[in-house]
DNA sequence: AAACCTATATATAAAAC
DNA sequence: TGTTTTATATATAGGTT
């Protein structure tokens, strides 16, 4: 893109690499700018030069409120993506408890905050936080009850087909068949989501 | 960059809107990876599209490695600031608490962290929370000690200029002078870092 | 929507200041 | 180091399919 042509490749050249980020960070920096203005979008680019300087551009929105909504929308594609997975498993186990499904949800919210916190927290954060989950404890759970509730409905309807397909065996004259290979019953799924303040 | 020249606001056709997201899009990562590979610099980009999909690119290091150090280096440029005002607040105030400090230096990093916490945080977050804040404390102890010992030197040199001032104005034969306009004597400054575990 | 087609607008490498 | 110049490479608007 301009007098010569550039190989997609670190340019070797310090002084070069140096004058082409300046002109290509500053020609990026205006399509960023051109996009969220045309296409009425929100973004945020974030770049940092080889001395380590930082430079920034995000919409209307300050740089935090696009970040905070890139964490939302990354956990409720983990969720989904966990949900999905759990569906699954369901069809071939008979059993889950809620204390292992709110396990399997929790971890990858959890790794997904908890890196950007950063080393200089301060020990104050810690009660501010307290406080600020606190205020969160209410939603999270109606969020947990939700996905709970979503795959008890999920193990129900799963339990509804096999009851109509035994029916159908049973009416084809194939009784004394059972599933069970050893003396136990089958115990109800644990249903419990623990709530601690 | 194409067949017409068009104006820099919003494109009000929907479908051409559209199409030009996508084009610009592509385009603006596109640019974004060059300008990463060519310069060899870290660099992310967060798009959220009209109808809230998300577009994302970085290099190298995942996405939270990025924003982990966009956050790092905002809490340094704070720290700076709130230094630098400390400075001059110093030159009016002769004594300040370490108390007062670290509560000026907590508030910004507080803000900048908890926003980027989810209203889907978890209750076993907290935990975690607690056990990464432990590990971190020492460093943050240090990371203290280190401005309140650098506002200590200022204060020091500040009090040696003022000595200096001083012993100029009684050698040219100006004393009895008194800055203290009460009985009070002046208190040493309280120097102290609080450290809760 | 996406994929292709030009004509034109823009970006930018290299040079010159 | 930054700005301006200019030749060339790229991006993309508006069509068409």
Redesign the interface.
């Known amino acids: 893109m301009g007098r010569g042509k550039?190989e997609?490749?670190?340019?070797e050249d310090k002084t070069s690499?140096?004058v082409?980020?300046s002109k290509?960070?500053n020609?990026?920096m205006k399509?960023?700018y051109?996009?969220a203005?045309?296409?009425?979008?929100?973004?945020?680019?974030?770049?940092?030069?080889?001395r380590d300087k930082?430079f920034?551009f995000s919409t209307g929105e300050s740089?935090?409120?696009?970040?905070?909504?890139?964490?939302?929308?990354k956990?409720?594609q983990e969720?989904t993506r966990v949900i999905a997975q759990e569906r699954l498993a369901q069809q071939d186990t008979d059993v889950f408890t809620a204390d292992e499904l709110t396990q399997k949800?929790?971890r990858p919210?959890?790794e997904?905050?908890?890196?950007?916190?950063?080393?200089?927290?301060?020990?104050?954060?810690?009660q501010?936080?307290?406080s600020?989950?606190r205020q969160?404890?209410i939603?999270?759970m109606e969020?947990k009850m939700g996905v709970v509730k979503a795959l008890k409905d999920q193990e129900m309807q799963l339990k509804k087909e096999r009851k109509y397909m035994m029916d159908e065996i049973m009416a084809a004259g194939m009784d004394g068949i059972n599933n069970y290979t050893d003396d136990a019953e089958p115990q109800p799924p644990v249903m419990a989501v623990q709530?601690?303040w």
Chains 1, 2 share one sequence.
Do not use: H, W
């Open positions: 550039v997609l490749k670190r340019i690499r140096q082409s980020f290509r960070r020609g990026l399509k960023a051109e996009l203005v045309l296409c009425d979008v929100d973004l945020a680019l974030i770049v940092f030069s080889p930082l920034e740089m935090s409120e696009i970040l905070t909504r890139y964490q939302s929308f956990e409720t969720l949800i929790q919210l959890e997904n905050n908890i890196k950007l916190l950063d080393i200089t927290g301060l020990d104050q954060l810690e501010q936080l307290n600020f989950l969160v404890k939603k999270e969020l709530i601690t």
